[in-house]
């Protein structure tokens, strides 16, 4: 990839999970919201998911699932885009702070080393079941739940990609 003064802004927002304590750090006492997934094909359900998320707090973490751990959740034939792609087009979202990959299969000690004060997920989840809820909950943050933006779905939009 060439490399611009842009492009290294949002390359920059790109940080390894051993930086986070040094980051949260430095945030002092900046509300940190964290979400996490695939973002495979990121689409209006996703932009406006991120909007809100970004909207409770003043740093918006998003946790990016590598190509490996993909393939583990949704299958051999994911993820569509590989995890430097997925990472750089979610950096290049003004609501993103930072985007940090993770390996596991859920971003529970990607959540333990952050220490977020709010932990978002999408409506389809009960708070109490969210992963990390135990976490944000014992240091006295918020567990949250956006509606998803009804017929927007990475899984519709492969669909319809494929009828075509």
Not at 129 to 155: C, H, L, Q
Request: one cysteine or more; hydrophobic letters at 40%.
């Amino acid at each position: 990839m060439q490399t611009t003064p842009q492009l290294n802004r949002i390359a920059a927002k790109l940080v390894p999970f051993d930086r986070l304590p040094d980051l949260r750090a430095a945030w002092g006492s900046k509300k940190v919201v964290f979400t996490n997934g695939c973002f495979d094909i990121v689409h209006l359900g996703h932009v406006e998911y991120l909007a809100k998320a970004a909207d409770l707090g003043d740093v918006l973490v998003v946790g990016l699932n590598t190509d490996a751990s993909v393939r583990r959740i949704k299958g051999p034939t994911r993820p569509l885009q590989d995890e430097t792609s997925r990472a750089m087009v979610l950096a290049a979202m003004q609501t993103v702070s930072h985007v940090v990959l993770f390996d596991e299969d859920t971003p529970y000690n990607l959540i333990r080393q952050l220490q977020p004060d709010v932990l978002v997920k999408g409506a389809d989840y009960k708070p109490e079941d969210i992963v990390g809820y135990d976490i944000v909950a014992a240091r006295g943050g918020r567990v949250e739940t956006i509606d998803f933006v009804k017929g927007y779905s990475t899984s519709r939009v492969v669909s319809a990609m494929c009828r075509s």
